[in-house]
């Protein structure tokens, strides 16, 4: 279920033809899964802010989609550290998506 708290916002950059926009939540009222899904992207790399509200509700919404989810620890943030270690916890010992540093992923798509 889409849930209607979804904002699709312009893309804040673009990779060799693809591009990275914020969502908040996952898709809602926008082409966002169907245009992922002919492209036969099945892997979204997420990150934002107030990781434990908007950061996971995208993550369950877009895992309930059948999208894989890899959420990069150093782009994700909450109100305090203590708030994001926390999250950033849960979805380590959460079967629906993978951790990373941006670090990591950035190397392999050079």
Known sequence: MLSSRTVLRPPLFHWSGGATGGVLGFACSTDLDQRLRSRGIDLLAIMGTTA????????????????DCLVLTGCVVDV?????ASTLESFRINPLGATAERSALLAALR
Request: hydrophobic share 25%.
């Open 52 to 67: 434990d509200c908007c950061v996971s509700a995208t993550v369950r919404e877009a895992n309930d989609q059948g999208y």
């Open 80 to 84: 305090s550290e203590a708030r994001t």
